[in-house]
């Protein structure tokens, strides 16, 4: 009988849910230096429908086009009718950013974003 390769340390930490009222420091590619504590599931759940929808190849989706994509990949019990998504999508997106799993493609107007990592 085969065995299963276990999910990578990196995939099982993804797919945790943070504890209630727990808290994840953000970044913002916009303002080096300075960071921000927000809802962790708020965070962790947007993370995911950012990467999801998010390509790996340039020229990537336009800030409207992220918006409209993540929305189908939201809990409802987080985000009732999408309440707030276009402002935590805008800060998942600036962390990412930040940390390089998400690059800005300035080289066509409107600006795009695409998966790095």
């Keep these: 009988m085969k065995r299963k390769k276990p999910a990578s340390r990196k995939l099982a930490v993804q797919m945790t849910k943070p504890a209630p009222g727990a808290v994840v420091t953000v ?38 086009e992220m918006f409209e994509a993540v929305m189908e990949h939201l809990p ?22 930040a940390k390089g799993i998400v690059q800005r493609s300035t080289q066509v107007k409107p600006l795009r974003w695409c998966r790095v990592k």
Excluded: I
């Design 27 to 64: 970044q913002n590619v916009n303002v080096p230096g300075y960071t921000s504590g927000v809802n962790a599931a708020k965070y962790v759940a947007m993370r995911g429908a950012l990467l999801r929808v998010l390509p790996r190849r340039a020229p990537g989706v336009t800030q409207t």
């Design 76 to 97: 409802e019990d987080l985000f009732p009718n999408g309440a707030k998504a276009n402002w935590w999508a805008k800060t998942v997106q600036l962390d990412l950013e």
